[in-house]
Each structure stands twice: as structure tokens, then as C-alpha cells.
């Protein structure tokens, strides 16, 4: 069974700084997605990663995938505090079509 | 706008009363799905439907019950719901097939049961 593990599940930084999130999974797969989720708000998509090395970047977020270690990093480079929100990773198994999620990391930027 | 929709975005009903989420994918998808987000817990996968065919039912209490006209509308089924299925509720439309086959999510019900 495909388990989904990020961490951390909260994380406050201070504005301008670096930090990575880590999505762990647990058996092989061929889709990794982020999403974003404002409080009160639906899922927001922002990656998807479909081969191993892949590297995507949108402003100060920058998301990769190394399929060998089944790790995903989404790092946040000079975080601002609009960048404060839930963080997800999901997952697809190898040849299947469920998608599963991790917990999601709480994000929350200090100024 | 992320093209899919949902009505009503909130909802408080008694254990006994029955009501019905909808949700509408403006996007061309042939896939439609239920989540629910509950406090504290990861996202739960309830129901997946391709092509108007349930695929997918996720070990879902009876008490949820899907229905797909066509594959532009999605509806979720309620009755005789207990306090614990308080959540978000969530539909999600994608395009199976090659490639990403991105979930694309509404805004969510919020449903409160009394």
C-alpha cells in the first residue's frame, strides 16, 4: 500500500529565509504532484513531476523528484509571508490511478 | 477559478435529514472524484467515476451515495449522516489518459452535521 509521509507537518520561518519540505513515499510511482491550500480555500494545483531529476520552478518555489530515493523536495527560497498556506504532496502508484496524499505541511511566514 | 464548482459551499443538517453536494467540471474532463478533508486527518479519496462509471468506492459508508449524469456533473448524496462525517468535501475533475492528468479541485462544501 502506497503511504505518502511529509515533513515537517508545520514550519514557521521568518521572511527571507530558505527551507525544504520533504515528501517521502513509500512504493514506485510515475506522478508526484504540490498543491497549495489557503485556509478555508479548495486545493491549488502548482507541480506535477513525471520522471526522475525532474526539476520545476514557479517564483520562489522550486519543487524536484528523485524516484530512486522516492523523495520529492518543494524548497521556498526568500520566503514572503504570502506563501503562507498547507502544503501537499500526492502521489500516484506506478500503474495505478490512486492518488494519495500526505498530511500536508502548515507553512507559516513571519515578517 | 480552477473551472470546477460546487453548491452549496456550506451546509449544517441534522442526522436525519437527507441533502445533495453538487459539483461542475467546465474543463472537458472524463474523470470526476469526492474527497473529504476532515481536521487533522490527510485527504480521503470516497469516490471515482471515469466516463460516468463508478470505478472506485473507497470503502464508503452507505449513507454517501454517489450519483454521475454525465461527466460534467458529479453528486454527493447525503442521509442519515452522524457528527463525524462533518468535513470538507471536495470534487475534483481530470483528464485520464497521457501525461499529467492533473486533479483539478472545486472550492469545497463545508458540511456541518448536527
Known amino acids: 500500500e502506497l503511504k505518502v509521509e511529509q515533513n515537517p507537518l508545520f514550519l514557521s520561518m521568518q521572511e527571507g529565509k530558505n527551507y525544504t519540505i520533504y515528501c517521502n513515499y513509500s512504493?514506485?510511482?510515475?506522478?508526484l504532484y504540490w498543491y497549495r491550500q489557503d485556509p478555508g480555500k479548495s486545493l491549488e494545483s502548482l507541480f506535477v513531476?513525471?520522471?526522475?531529476?525532474a526539476v520545476k520552478q514557479e517564483g520562489r518555489l522550486m519543487a524536484s523528484l528523485d524516484t530512486k530515493a522516492r523523495l520529492s523536495t518543494l524548497h521556498i527560497t526568500a520566503a514572503v509571508h504570502d506563501l503562507s498556506a498547507t502544503y501537499f504532496c500526492?502521489?500516484?502508484?506506478?500503474?495505478?490511478?490512486?492518488?494519495?496524499f500526505g498530511a500536508g505541511t502548515i507553512l507559516r511566514v513571519k515578517s | 477559478e480552477t473551472g470546477v464548482t460546487q453548491t452549496p459551499r456550506h451546509l449544517v443538517m441534522g442526522m436525519t435529514n437527507k441533502k445533495s453536494l453538487k459539483c461542475e467540471q467546465h474543463l472537458g474532463h472524463n474523470a470526476m472524484y469526492w474527497y473529504k478533508q476532515s481536521a487533522k486527518k490527510p485527504l480521503e479519496l470516497m469516490f471515482v467515476?471515469?466516463?460516468?462509471?463508478?470505478?472506485e468506492n473507497n470503502s464508503v459508508p452507505s449513507r454517501f451515495s454517489p450519483e454521475c449524469p454525465n461527466s460534467s456533473h458529479l453528486f454527493l448524496h447525503l442521509h442519515t449522516l452522524q457528527p463525524e462525517d462533518s468535513a470538507l468535501y471536495l470534487c475534483?475533475?481530470?483528464?485520464?489518459?497521457?501525461?499529467?492528468?492533473?486533479?483539478?479541485f472545486g472550492p469545497g462544501t463545508r458540511l456541518t452535521v448536527l
Open positions: 500526492a502521489v500516484v502508484e506506478e500503474y495505478g490511478n490512486k492518488l494519495v
Open positions: 513531476l513525471l520522471s526522475n531529476g
Open positions: 467515476y471515469n466516463f460516468k462509471e463508478q470505478t
Open positions: 475534483a475533475s481530470s483528464q485520464k489518459g497521457q501525461g499529467a492528468q492533473t486533479r483539478y
Open positions: 512504493t514506485t510511482s510515475d506522478r
